[in-house]
């Protein structure tokens, strides 16, 4: 399976951001697909998860109320839309697939997307 994200992009604060995810199939271990990001000399954080069967997306709590996950099942695409972007949102994002949903979504990845760049400016 692969995982093509883009939206790559240099914003200012206050705009908004929507980042894609394709995935080449889906399959028992894409089941859920989550968003991730790493700022510059910081660990990855994971950002969300959503199903592709439904139900209402995880967040955590750093990126809730400003952020929203979606899907298209049609395209096997999922969405990561940002609004009211912050300087500390500055970040390399990546999707990633794997088959635990909510909190647990990071406890097992079974493919990884290639980092997308989002720069926010002051």
């Known amino acids: 399976v692969q995982l093509q994200a883009s939206g790559e992009g240099s914003v200012q604060a206050g705009d908004s951001l929507r980042l894609s995810c394709t995935a080449s199939?889906?399959?028992?271990?894409?089941?859920?697909m989550g968003w991730f990001r790493q700022a510059p000399g910081k660990e990855r954080e994971f950002v969300g998860v959503?199903?592709?069967?439904?139900?209402?997306?995880y967040y955590t709590d750093s990126v809730k109320g400003r952020t929203t996950i979606s899907r298209d099942n049609d395209k096997n695409t999922v969405y990561l839309q940002m609004n009211s972007l912050k300087p500390e949102d500055t970040a390399v994002y990546y999707c990633?697939?794997?088959?635990?949903?909510?909190?647990?979504?990071?406890?097992?990845?079974?493919?990884w997307g290639q980092g997308t760049l989002v720069t926010v400016s002051s």
């Open positions: 990633a697939a794997g088959s635990y949903s909510g909190r647990n979504f990071p406890s097992r990845i079974d493919f």
């Open positions: 199939k889906r399959t028992f271990s894409t089941a859920y």
């Open positions: 959503i199903s592709w069967s439904g139900g209402t997306p």
